[in-house]
């Protein structure tokens, strides 16, 4: 058995437990339950499959379908792993059934190790994609709150979740202009993947503004909020159902494997 | 009237209605670019209601700025804004957290006072974005061109084998390069580069240049790497005479293998059309490569005089193709670089909007103003507090 094949059933692993997680805190119907579940899952699995996946792969394993739904998983559990320690909040109760989601989707792409493209060999695309999954993170915190909110728990809210977020995404974008001058010429182009993250900037920037101007309506805020997330998740993986004309983030991934579910 | 239209302006709501509009015009370029080609999508990002709009959020972004620029200052001075008169809380300083009475030294403490020099310094960065990118839109240009290894050129804007000219054309390149060396590696037999780097020479200057790393000729200009291409060196030899008639190296678009160009012998009517399999295999009458790298290089070469279709050879290095009395061989492909040079003010303007932009997002994190004074009342020693957060 390779290190390789060892590294796929962890993942697989993974993928199982979020399911058995969500399924066992949706039958105790506890909050306290379903954070402790989460935390368990990111220690116990997440973590354990992102480190085999960086032995095997010989690099961070963020790149493509199969390796980007890991590191997100990865990223997003430290991102609400350190908000715990400063917050109140059960913020893990919805960490399982993402993983299980994320997980049950990414399993289908292609899972073999190919080098890195060129492009993908650079500090500063490590640094983008990074900044990417932090800003992820903080929006499942926002979302979780939320939804917290609108089922009317007590100690959830969105205080500094909104500016962290804001700061990481901003942060994301930033690298990502200054990456494409670095390897096209231009800091900005039509690409698909960049139109989309714009698109979610822009609801996010509407989403600061309303915060602000409705100080009080935490219920409405919420609302919002979560549209705004759901909003951010398709821009991370619906280009993952775009044709590979249509954006670089594709374009180099469909060199080296099918992007398609097998 | 004028400050009807100055208030409509500044105002959020007009601000979210602005970023709202702009989500529902980003999904339908996204939706767009599913269908169309990139360039395509370009054309549409750039009609007039995607002019207009942004047009309409940066006026807005401005008059907002401009409309509570005295606020947001005057919240960054040192001395009381909100105390006494207008707190949050009043309590008995014993009755307050040990960790804040701990930390309460002085009368008056004032925290976060940049948080509102933060939203003007990111909404001022908008702002500067904008006009970097009108900047690179009038005055930017590219132009590309090809050497071979150890090949020199000096370079301008006539030298350009494709040149993108820009609306106003505000400097024009003039220095001189030579492609010193060029290293690739591809991974296994894939048509994936591992590896792809070409060491030049401008101007006395030597440094490395790769598809994502570009060497800065100015704080507006630089040069990359943007493709990669080999040139066949050929040599033609006339029936009866023992010296070549014509000889040379000729950069051709025959990268990846399959790709076809064509060379017009300068002595004769003939043109060849080539294709060039650098680790060559036939399979069902059919020729592929099964690697990109140099193993087993043929080169497939279809011979026409005129319309005269003379036949196909498909030949080793050093292997003649006999044709009406001549004799063509290819001697060896010898690697290419195409760089681009880029010329685009608005990029360091860019980047340095970012970093404003950026840093006052930082600004912003700790949270708003938040004001602490201590005074006595009836004899107590009393705390009143404004947006401070005693949980």
Known sequence: ?262 | MLEKIFNFLSTLKLAIVLCVSGVVFEILLSIWGAFALPEKVAKIGKLSPFIILWTCLLLNTFFCILKRMNGYLNEARKKPLFLPSNYDLKEEFEKIPITLQKRIKKDLIVKNRFYSLGSILVHFSLILIGLSLLLSYFYRYEGKFTLGIKEESSITERSFEKFSPPFMLLSTPSFNIRNEDVVVEFWGSELLFTRYKSKVNIDGKVGTTAINSPIFLSLFSAIRLSSFGYGLHYIVIEEGKNLPVEEGVVKLNIFPPGSEDNIRLENFPHRIYVKFYPDFEQKDGRFSSKSMNLLNPRVVADVYRGKVYLGRRVVKFGEPIKVEGITLSFLNALPTSEFTYVFDPGFIFLMLSFTIGIYGLFLKLKGKRKELMVIEENGKKMVILKNWDLK
Request: with cysteine.
């Open chain 1, 1 to 262: 058995m390779t290190l390789e094949t060892i590294s796929h059933l962890v993942y697989k692993g993974t993928l199982v437990h979020g399911i058995i997680f969500t399924i066992y805190s949706l039958i105790r119907r506890k909050l306290s339950v379903a954070n402790k579940m989460g935390v368990l899952l990111l220690f116990l699995w997440v973590v354990p499959a992102w480190i085999l996946r960086l032995v095997v792969a010989g690099h961070f394993p963020i790149f493509g379908a199969y390796e980007s739904a890991l590191s997100i998983l990865f990223f997003t559990g430290f991102v609400l792993f350190i908000l715990s320690r400063f917050r109140k909040e059960k913020i893990f109760i919805f960490y399982p059934i993402l993983c299980a989601l994320m997980l049950i989707h990414a399993i289908r792409f292609d899972h073999s190790v190919w080098a890195l493209t060129i492009s993908e060999r650079s500090v500063f695309v490590h640094l983008h994609a990074f900044s990417a999954y932090i800003a992820f993170g903080f929006m499942v915190a926002i979302f979780t709150n939320s939804v917290m909110i609108l089922f009317k728990k007590e100690g959830y809210n969105l205080k500094n979740l909104l500016s962290l977020f804001f700061l990481f995404y901003s942060l994301t974008m930033i690298l990502g202009s200054l990456y494409r001058f670095l390897l096209f010429g231009k800091s900005w182009s039509f690409d698909p993947m960049e139109t989309m993250n714009l698109c979610s900037f822009l609801a996010f920037s509407a989403l600061l503004h309303f915060a602000e101007i409705r100080k009080g309506d935490e219920k409405s805020v919420a609302i919002y909020a979560i549209v705004c997330s759901l909003l951010l998740v398709l821009s991370y993986r619906l280009i993952l159902i775009f044709p590979p004309f249509s954006s670089y983030h594709i374009i180099d991934i469909s060199l080296r494997m099918h992007i398609l579910p097998k």
